[in-house]
């Protein structure tokens, strides 16, 4: 068995073949021709072949996956009929005397070069653009054609990367899933694999071979995994985990769209957690109705340096657009106790859980908070931003935190960098200092949000990392209940809203407890969405 | 020869989709029309060329038009850039 780890882009597990993706070996020569005229007739011939290609596509990609996503291939005939590329390739033929094939290859060369030295990540992107219609010149004009043998069964398609023409190509009823070596999350193919449903993995590397043509394969889309001829252990477990992703999806459909509402009609927000980009696709999959607790941790967790306002920007505004208008709401940065980060250089503690951590760290260190700020002020603009502050224990950090937001604004203003200026704020209630003082708090954010994890943990003085306590841990404990609900009672008495992001919100036996109590929002992880949904639905 | 100046809003500048709008809008022209942005310039007929302007929000752009419709595509033209960048 051979196992890779590769970046998933669509969740769910698929079982089957692996088939390469075999491209034609064009080996472009330069070669001298005597009639050029006739050259440039035979590449003018070749190019309306192609942008007939591309109509076609365009039309097959407006049906399968929609005209947003569609657009790229109507980009990719202006390309072609691009005067400046035109006269490029004649002018290569007629002044050189040299054949077509040579005179496509270099302009290609030259026209994907001036948008890889653009400053600018989307432009850079487009190089590809550039080298994927040019390729599909060549091979007119070298007579090849490319793509997969006929398939007689589903397989999993692998590849080095694909481009989104080869992609849109493919027949989708025998596509189990895409593997690929290269590539990046945001390609276009990533996101037609996540429009099209299907399961993918990239960025495997070159493990991945052409030696594995034809082998068994598995590929875990939760996990970014790819097996190949797996053995009987994993195979059976991948089956177990493909009939439970199935199961779920059958939930689904018969859950999927319908409201979070009690028999007697109460309703309630159901959310996701999620921890890192690549778990929006189970969000969105699992039809939550927003994300209720997005950890930026990561961010900071998976780099080497702490990371630049450019980057958080990216990712938050992948998000929010991903969201697509539904509610984000981003715990600003929870490093310390169990989460440390060396970089950050923080000192060895005797009590971490009580100690230098989260809003903390931002507060005393303000220009690590001011950048994250700034991205999630900036990223606000293209979507339903909220912004949760972990850790709170006064009202005075809230008048320390909203000091540091007008500053970040009054920069962004003066530098003329569109940003939001009305954000919803809410805190985490995981302290039990911030349930006495609730009623405070809720004069001056927008919304709580209960972490039930940490708050356990303070008012029960249990470590939850020391198994030997598991015994007095008692999750449903009394106090812990009654802090929830006077945490309501405030939120609701100054107009503020409440909810759940702690593992309490997805405890199904204490739904119909917390619907009393008159919670406005649960979010629970991607996965838990649908039983919630179903458990709300059941109760009177 | 008719002109107008105009600061980009779209967050994302003028990327691949709406270059691919106006450039079909501008081909419909006889006009020359050229976007400018500093002192780079481009034929708003060639998709390269615009996209290659790299042209982000909140940069100015002057756009021009010269030839027996202009007073037709500035005026169109202007509409388009309000409405979409």
Not at chain 1, 183 to 207: E, F, K, Q, W
Not at chain 1, 364 to 381: D, N, S
Not at chain 2, 6 to 11: A, M, R
Request: proline share 3%.
């Amino acid at each position: 068995m051979v196992t890779i780890s590769g970046k998933s882009v669509f969740g769910g597990v698929s079982i089957g073949k692996l088939m390469f993706y075999k491209r034609s070996e064009k080996v472009i020569k330069r070669t001298h021709v005597d009639n050029v005229d006739e050259e440039w007739s035979r590449f003018q011939k070749a190019k309306d072949t192609a942008v007939n290609q591309l109509k076609g596509l365009y039309e097959k990609a407006l049906e399968d996956v929609g005209e947003a996503n569609a657009m790229i291939f109507e980009i990719h005939q202006m390309m072609l009929e691009d005067l400046d590329y035109l006269e490029s390739i004649e002018n290569i033929i007629r002044t050189q005397e040299v054949n077509a094939e040579f005179a496509v290859a270099t302009t290609a060369d030259n026209f994907s070069q001036m948008f890889a030295a653009m400053d600018d990540a989307y432009m850079q992107g487009r190089a590809a653009d550039v080298k994927d219609v040019s390729e599909r010149v060549l091979d007119i004009l070298c007579g090849v054609s490319n793509g997969i043998k006929e398939m007689e069964e589903p397989c999993i398609i692998a590849a080095d990367d694909l481009a989104p023409s080869e992609t849109v190509q493919l027949d989708k009823s025998k596509v189990l899933g895409f593997a690929t070596m290269y590539g990046s999350s945001n390609s276009h193919t990533a996101i037609l694999a996540r429009t099209m449903n299907i399961p993918a993995v990239i960025g495997l590397g070159d493990t991945l071979s052409e030696k594995y043509d034809g082998s068994l394969a598995v590929i875990d889309g939760f996990t970014g995994t790819l097996y190949i001829d797996p053995d009987e252990e994993t195979l059976s477990e991948m089956k177990k985990k493909r009939e439970k992703d199935l199961e779920q999806k059958a939930l689904l459909e018969q859950l999927k769209g319908k409201e979070n509402v009690t028999k007697s009609g109460q309703k309630i927000n159901v959310y996701a957690n999620i921890g890192n980009v690549s778990d929006l696709g189970a969000v969105l999959k699992n039809d939550a109705g927003g994300i209720g607790l997005f950890r930026s941790e990561f961010l900071y967790l998976e780099n080497t340096d702490f990371p630049t306002e450019e980057q958080q920007f990216a990712v938050y505004k992948q998000v929010a657009e991903s969201m697509a208008g539904k509610k984000v709401i981003i715990r600003t940065l929870d490093i310390g106790a169990d989460k440390q980060v060396d970089y950050f250089g923080l000192d060895k503690e005797e009590n971490p859980a009580l100690g230098y951590r989260a809003i903390r760290i931002c507060l005393t260190r303000p220009e690590i908070f001011k950048t994250q700020l700034r991205a999630l002020y900036r990223a606000a603009v293209y979507g339903n931003i909220s912004i949760m502050f972990p850790m709170i224990i006064s009202v005075d950090e809230i008048h320390q935190i909203k000091a540091i937001i007008a500053e970040v604004k009054a920069g962004l203003k003066e530098e003329g960098i569109p940003y939001r200026d009305e954000v919803e704020l809410g805190v985490m209630i995981e302290t039990p200092a911030s349930v006495m003082i609730s009623r405070e708090l809720a004069k001056e954010v927008d919304f709580f949000s209960v972490g039930t994890n940490d708050l356990t943990q303070y008012t029960l003085a249990i470590d939850r990392q020391n198994s030997k306590l598991d015994r007095f841990y008692d999750p449903h404990h009394p106090a812990i209940l009654s802090m929830i609900k006077m945490a309501a009672e405030s939120a609701h008495a100054e107009g503020a809203w409440i909810g759940i992001c702690g593992e309490l919100g997805a405890d199904l036996e204490l739904t119909e407890e917390f619907l009393k109590m008159g919670l406005d929002e649960l979010s629970v992880s991607p996965a838990m969405v649908l039983p919630l949904r179903k458990r709300i639905r059941e109760c009177e | 020869m008719k002109e107008f100046k105009y600061v980009i809003t779209d967050p994302e500048g003028i990327h691949a989709r709406p270059a691919g709008i106006l450039v079909k809008q501008a081909a419909g022209y006889q006009s020359d029309i050229k976007i400018a942005k500093g002192e780079k310039s481009a034929d708003a007929k060639r998709i390269f060329g615009v996209m290659g302007l790299g042209v982000k929000t909140g940069e100015e752009i002057t756009v021009t038009a010269d030839g027996a419709d202009e007073d037709k595509a500035i005026s169109e033209l202007e509409t388009f850039f309000k409405e979409n960048l």
